[in-house]
C-alpha cells in the first residue's frame, strides 16, 4: 500500500512539474485573422519571416602544435544543424553568425539536419573563405525553436538549472523534488556539452534573461557539494542562493545517500516540513569544475 501510495505521489509531482514547464513554454495562441493566415501577430502587425543569408565566414591559417599548418575553426557548437553557441572573436562571430542560425549549406553542399559538428567540420575541412548559408529564424519563434530542440533531453534537470541561473525558487524545488523521487543523484551531477548546449538555447530564447555566455555549470551542482540535504532545501526555501554566489564556502563536503536519498516518502516530507531559514556557512573560498560546451568548430 504505501509503495502504490508513494507512486502515485510520485507521478502527481511529475505530471504538475512538467505542466507547468510546457506551460511556461507554449506560444500565445492566434487570435487575429491576419494571423490565421500568416499575415500578422496578435498585435495586428505583420509576422517576421525566417530570413535566408549567405554569410562568407574568413578563415585564417593558424599552426597546429605539430606546427603543420592548418585553417582556424570557425568556433561554432551545434545541435543539429542549429548554432547553439559562438565564440567571441573567432570567425563564425566576426563573420555575422548567429546563435539559432540553422546551417543549410556550405560551398553549396547541403549540411544534414541531425548533422552537427562532426559534419561541419567535414564541410569546412578545406575551405579557406567558404560560403555559409543559413536560416534565421524571428525572434518570436525562439521559445518554440529551443523547446524543440532541446526535446529528449533530461527536462527536469534542465529546469532545475535554469531555475538556479534565472531565479525561479518554486520552480527548482518542484524540479529537485522530482529529481530526488525519480533517485536521480542531482547533487553529484554536472551538466554535459549538449546539455550547456540545450541549457543556453533555452536562456537565450528568454525574452527576460539574456546570458552574456552560455553558462558553464550550474550554481545548483556548487551549492549541493558544500551542503546536506537539509541545509540546501533550508537555503532554497529562504530564496538565499545568490549570497553563496559571492561570499564561497570552505570545507566542502558531499551528502552522504543516507542523507539524501533514504526513501522516497522521507524525501517528500523532508521538501514540504522545512520551515523558512537560511542555513549557515563558513565563509572562504570554493571552487567547481566547468564546463567547456564540448568541442566547436
Keep these: 500500500m504505501q509503495v502504490d501510495a508513494l507512486e502515485r505521489e510520485i507521478a502527481s509531482v511529475h505530471a504538475s ?14 487570435c487575429e485573422e491576419g494571423v490565421k493566415q500568416g499575415t500578422g501577430n496578435a498585435d495586428g502587425m505583420k509576422a517576421e519571416k525566417a530570413q535566408l543569408l549567405d554569410i562568407p565566414v574568413r578563415r585564417p591559417v593558424v599552426h597546429e602544435q605539430s606546427g603543420a ?23 563564425a562571430a566576426v ?9 543549410l ?65 518554486p520552480l527548482l524545488v518542484s524540479c ?7 533517485q536521480v543523484a542531482w547533487w553529484e551531477r554536472r551538466l554535459d ?3 550547456a548546449s540545450a541549457l543556453a538555447l533555452r536562456l537565450q530564447a528568454s525574452s527576460t534573461f539574456e546570458p552574456s555566455a552560455p553558462p558553464s ?23 538565499d542562493i545568490c549570497t553563496l554566489r559571492d561570499d564561497g564556502l570552505e570545507s566542502p563536503r558531499r551528502p552522504s545517500h543516507s542523507e539524501t536519498l533514504d526513501d522516497g516518502a522521507s524525501v517528500l516530507s523532508e521538501w514540504s516540513g522545512c520551515n523558512s531559514g537560511a542555513g ?16 566547436r568548430y
Design 69 to 91: 599548418p592548418c585553417f582556424s575553426r570557425i568556433g561554432v557548437n551545434l545541435i543539429g544543424s542549429h548554432i547553439t553557441s559562438i565564440i567571441p572573436g573567432l570567425p
Design 193 to 195: 556539452p549538449l546539455e
Design 280 to 295: 549557515s556557512s563558513d565563509s572562504g573560498s570554493s571552487s567547481s569544475a566547468h564546463v567547456t560546451g564540448g568541442q
Design 105 to 169: 549549406s556550405v560551398q553549396g553542399t547541403p549540411l544534414a539536419r541531425d548533422g552537427g559538428n562532426a559534419a561541419l567540420a567535414k564541410l569546412l575541412q578545406f575551405q579557406r573563405r567558404p560560403l555559409i548559408r543559413v536560416e534565421r529564424p524571428p525572434r518570436d519563434a525562439l521559445p518554440e525553436l529551443a523547446s524543440r530542440l532541446t526535446l529528449g533531453f533530461d527536462e527536469e534537470w534542465l529546469a532545475a538549472v535554469e531555475a538556479s541561473i534565472t531565479g525561479d525558487y
Design 217 to 239: 555549470n550550474s550554481l545548483l551542482v556548487e551549492i549541493a557539494l558544500h551542503h546536506t540535504h537539509a541545509e540546501l532545501v533550508q537555503l532554497l526555501l529562504a530564496n
Design 17 to 30: 512539474v512538467r505542466s507547468r514547464l510546457f506551460a511556461e513554454r507554449r506560444r500565445p495562441k492566434r
Design 176 to 182: 529537485l523534488t522530482v529529481l530526488s523521487l525519480r
Design 95 to 103: 563573420a555575422g553568425l548567429k546563435v539559432f542560425d540553422r546551417i
